[in-house]
């Protein structure tokens, strides 16, 4: 079955750097790779998908990279904030609509 | 406002005995699923539901039932719970439309078995 694994395990970064969590699936029938984001004492909230025809995709001050080659994609946030600080979780999904967690990123932003 | 209402949000109990935890979305999504949120473990799975009357395992479903009589409803059961059931639970719906989405999560309920 699909594994997926996310590096790195917590990060720390000063505000206003940038911060990139990587991860790898092993599965490559996956074509569906979403990003969410949980805050201390909230569910997890999607804040950007990628699917595997694309290669990259931005929506403000974060992005998405896919190298379905290698199979790993990567969050990039940029100018990070103190509200970047959180816990980010990628998937990997296949066409079975089985979503497969990676086991988290604890993001800080330091001011 | 589009969400997935879990409750309670916090709960302690006792070994063995019997509860529910319920879990409701507004957005007629039809797949509906459990999760627990362990540290270092991630979200794993516990059951799923693809519409009304059709549940399946997922990867972690000892312990655990489920139930979908109703579209927006998916409630999750211990019958007998135990200490190992100490987690971070999470109901989620997303839609089966053409295209995959992501899901909508719940606030999460934290369980606590003594």
């Known amino acids: 079955g699909e594994n997926v694994e996310q590096h790195p395990s917590t990060l720390s970064v000063q505000e206003g750097d940038s911060a990139v969590i990587k991860c790898t699936y092993s599965?490559?029938?996956?074509?569906?790779f979403p990003w969410y984001k949980q805050e201390l004492g909230k569910g997890p909230q999607l804040i950007i998908d990628?699917?595997?025809?694309?290669g990259e995709k931005k929506d403000q001050r974060i992005a998405v990279t896919l190298n379905k080659t290698a199979k790993h994609f990567s969050l990039h946030i940029t100018e990070t904030q103190p509200e970047d600080s959180a816990v980010y979780f990628c998937?990997?999904?296949?066409?079975?609509?089985?979503?497969?967690f990676g086991p988290g990123t604890r993001l800080s932003v330091l001011p | 406002e589009a969400q997935v209402t879990q409750n309670p949000r916090y709960l302690i109990t006792v070994t063995g005995k019997k509860l529910t935890v319920t879990c409701s979305q507004n957005?007629?999504?039809?797949?509906m699923s459990w999760y627990r949120q362990d540290p270092g473990l991630g979200l794993r799975q516990i059951y799923y539901?693809?519409?009304?009357?059709?549940?399946d395992k997922g990867d972690v479903p000892e312990g655990y039932k489920v139930s979908r009589k109703e579209k927006r409803n998916f409630p999750l059961i211990l019958e007998s719970p135990s200490p190992n059931q100490t987690s971070l639970y999470f109901c989620?719906?997303?839609?089966?439309?053409?295209?995959?989405?992501?899901?909508?999560f719940g606030s999460g309920t934290r369980l606590t078995v003594v």
């Open positions: 989620a719906s997303r839609t089966l439309s053409v295209g995959l989405y992501g899901y909508t």
């Open positions: 599965d490559s029938a996956s074509n569906y």
């Open positions: 990628i699917r595997s025809n694309v």
């Open positions: 998937a990997a999904v296949n066409y079975g609509q089985n979503f497969v």
């Open positions: 957005m007629n999504h039809e797949y």
């Open positions: 539901s693809m519409n009304v009357e059709v549940t």
